[in-house]
Structures are given as C-alpha cells and as structure tokens.
C-alpha cells in the first residue's frame, strides 16, 4: 500500500508495466540508522537527518500541518495456505477508510467491507510503530495491541455480507527479529516512512457465516505494513510481499516499485531466519495491465531478485469520489524463481504471497 510523485511520474512506463529506468545497474548508497529520530523538523518538513533504513522501527513519525496531504495507515494481513485476512485503519487526512477483507483460496471465495469515516474522526494513529491502535464505530471494531510476544489483533462486525463476523490473533515478534524501516525521500516537503514486517508467526481464528476458519501451522504469518507521510497528489505504485517456509528456512519478500525510483532509497528487503538483506536497487516490474492475472516477473538489474509471481485471485478496489480516485488489482498468488544474498542464492518456489498494481489521486 505505498504510492509516487513529482518527477517520478514524468519517467515513462512501458505498456507491460515495467519502467524505463529500472533497468539501470548501479547499486543504490542507502543509509543505515541506529539511534532514534524524529522524521519532521518543527515547521513540518522533513529532518534530513531521518533519512535511511533500519532494521528495527526507529522513527517518531511527528507529521503536522500540510492538511490535506498527511496520510497514515496500519495495515495487517495474516495468510496461510488456504486463507488470508486483513484489516486495515487509515487516515488521509480529509477522510478515514477502515477495511476488513477475507479471501478463502481453497474456495476461490474473497469478500470486503470498507467504512468511510468523514473527516477521519476515530481514526487516531500514533507517531510510532509499536503503539496500540484502535477503531470503534458504525458496526465495526478493530483493535491492534501491543502484547509482550507481539500483537493482539481483534476485528468485530456487525453485518460482513451480511453476517456477523469475529477475528482474534496473535501476531508474534520473534526475539531479534529485523524489520525493513525506510524514509523515502521525494524532497523535503514530500516524504513516506514505512515499516514492513514479514515472517511474523501468527495464530488465531475467523469466525463467520457459521464457520470457523483456523489460521495456525508452519505456513500462517502475519505482515505489517506501517504508512506514515506527507503525499503528493497524484501517486502510481507496486508493492509485493510473502511470507512462508521454504526447504526449512523461513523467508520474506517485501519488493517495492514506481514511487520509489528516483529518489536513492527502496523499500526492497529479504527476510532469512529472521535477518534481514536489504536491496539497494530499484526493481523490473513486468506484467500485462490489460490482463493482470497473467504472470509477472520482478527482478533485480545485479540478479538479486529473479522472481516470476504467478497471480490465482484477484481483488480490485476502485472508487471514484470527490477528492479520491484508486484503483488498486491486488493478485494473490505464488513466487517461484530465486533471491541471493551475501549467504547465497535461496531457492523460491510456490511462496504465499501478493504483487499490487496500484494508481491514485488522493
């Protein structure tokens, strides 16, 4: 869920969806940080001092002023090999968008409720990551609190397609465990800061319609995406994450695209065991935008990331109202291919995950 702006969207994209600058070879100089920082100076733009990656959330996201182009969101997924639910709070300033979605793989079932909330009102996120957040209003609750293991993530529904609905997890944040924080900086009075969590071991259950769906075993993990910035209007981006056991290794995909390139940073990472790689370059995005359900291949210009994702659902979200237009093909499906690090080349094949074709004026 992460957009682009200003001179970036003057780069020309091919027609498959692959943009022309992506094919460059030089690695990026991206900064690593290790001390808490704040990622606005006082008059609100950003502190350059706040600019790089980490691999654990260090960022006061202190955002004032600038109504209306302020966004935040705190978006949760949990997937396992037949189910994925998701839930999400977000604030853009002159409106508020909760939105739970459910899809059953084995079924090839998928089903959403989103709640406009005027002016964002309830819709309260904090500066940092790990900060309880929660909603309460019109038929739905969602919590997400920070627990000693992790976080406790509860969704409750009135009417879900009409009938009620009940989610409880418990997301877990293993000791040690590293995370792809990133500033993305457009320029001073445009910038995001984003936390990406993978590989997050996750329990719990939905309980809808008469049914109870179990999400528990080797293969369910939960995935965080965190969103925190000033945004331009109009943004176009790609966004691929996964999460699953691979030949007794536990891997993590967080692959970014478009709103990026151009500005020295990514928010591009591959999670082994827990550590985390980062991919300073800019990624290959090639896929059929008159026809998203056809493979796609993401890869690296250093051979870093050689990836085929090969989509089996599709979710679109569109809308079309005063101040905002989106439209989002989320394809859920499988990676296979492969992702080196300085431990080697690690084998991918049929990895749970998403790639997002995304465009908005917001």
Not at 14 to 38: C, Y
Not at 59 to 66: F, P, V, Y
Not at 179 to 208: H, M, R
Not at 351 to 362: P, Q, R, S, T, Y
Request: hydrophobic fraction near 35%; include cysteine.
């Amino acid at each position: 869920m992460v957009p682009v702006s200003r001179g970036i969207l003057n780069a020309r994209y091919a027609i498959d969806g692959a943009p022309s600058m992506a094919g460059r070879k030089e690695m990026l100089s991206e900064k690593e940080l290790t001390t808490p920082v704040k990622l606005c100076r006082a008059d609100g733009r950003l502190n350059a001092e706040s600019v790089g990656w980490s691999r654990t959330p260090l960022h006061t996201c202190n955002l004032n002023g600038r109504w209306p182009r302020k966004k935040r969101w705190n978006y949760w997924a949990i997937t396992t090999e037949k189910y994925l639910f998701s839930a999400t709070i977000s604030n853009v300033d002159y409106s508020g968008l909760v939105f739970v979605y459910l899809a059953d793989f084995a079924n090839d079932l998928f089903h959403e409720t989103t709640l406009i909330v005027p002016l964002g009102r309830g819709c309260d996120l904090p500066e940092t990551v790990n900060a309880d957040v929660h909603f309460a209003g019109k038929g739905i609750c969602v919590e997400m609190l920070q627990i000693e293991s992790g976080v406790e993530l509860n969704v409750a529904i009135d009417d879900f397609e009409g009938s009620p609905l009940s989610a409880h997890f418990i997301n877990t944040m293993p000791p040690g465990h590293e995370t792809l924080n990133v500033v993305i900086p457009w320029d001073e009075c445009t910038f995001q800061f984003t936390s990406k969590q993978n590989t997050l071991p996750a329990e719990g259950t939905v309980e809808w319609g008469g049914a109870t769906m179990h999400f528990s075993g080797a293969q369910s993990f939960a995935c965080l995406d965190y969103g925190r910035g000033i945004w331009p209007r109009d943004c176009v981006w790609n966004w691929g994450s996964a999460s699953g056991r691979q030949n007794g290794r536990t891997l993590g995909l967080n692959l970014g695209g478009q709103w990026t390139d151009g500005t020295g940073y990514t928010e591009n990472g591959i999670c082994v065991d827990g550590r985390l790689a980062k991919i300073s370059e800019y990624l290959r995005w090639e896929y059929d935008k008159n026809n998203f359900n056809k493979p796609w291949r993401i890869s690296a210009p250093s051979g870093a990331v050689d990836l085929t994702f090969t989509p089996f659902m599709e979710r679109v979200a569109a809308s079309n109202l005063w101040l905002v237009k989106s439209e989002v093909h989320q394809m859920f499906g499988h990676y296979d291919g492969t992702v080196t690090t300085e431990d080697g080349v690690i084998p991918v094949q049929k990895l749970l995950g998403w790639a997002e074709d995304h465009v908005a004026k917001w």
